[in-house]
């Protein structure tokens, strides 16, 4: 059963960092099951938003504008995780984000880390 958990939120100031972690298990990284994983977020009263992704295959990454420079993904395939390194956070920065691994047959989620981002 595949699960993935997020964790490392919490409350920062403007400017400061955090590294956000997704523990995955039931599947192997390096195994090529899953062709994608991403992080989303998602804001109060706004839609999900598609933060940054890297491909399996490839290794291709992929980073929304608001977060270009900031922010940076990568994967530890020696302890199955993704993982989120976010600096120079800023307030609009704050969301409830979200890990996701995937293929054109499966999808899975984790349960969301609250980032807030406030003096």
């Known amino acids: 059963q595949v699960q993935l958990v997020e964790s490392g939120g919490g409350l920062v100031q403007p400017g400061g960092s955090l590294r956000l972690s997704c523990a995955a298990s039931g599947f192997t990284f390096s195994s090529y099951v899953m062709s994608w994983f991403r992080w989303y977020r998602q804001a109060p009263g706004k839609e999900r938003e598609l933060v940054a992704q890297i491909y399996s295959y490839s290794g291709i990454i992929n980073y929304a504008d608001s977060v270009k420079g900031r922010f940076t993904i990568s994967r530890d395939n020696g302890r199955n995780t993704l993982v989120l390194q976010m600096n120079s956070l800023k307030p609009e920065d704050t969301a409830v984000y979200y890990c996701?691994?995937?293929?054109?047959?499966?999808?899975?989620w984790g349960q969301g880390t609250q980032v807030t981002v406030s003096t």
């Open positions: 996701n691994a995937g293929s054109a047959r499966q999808d899975y």
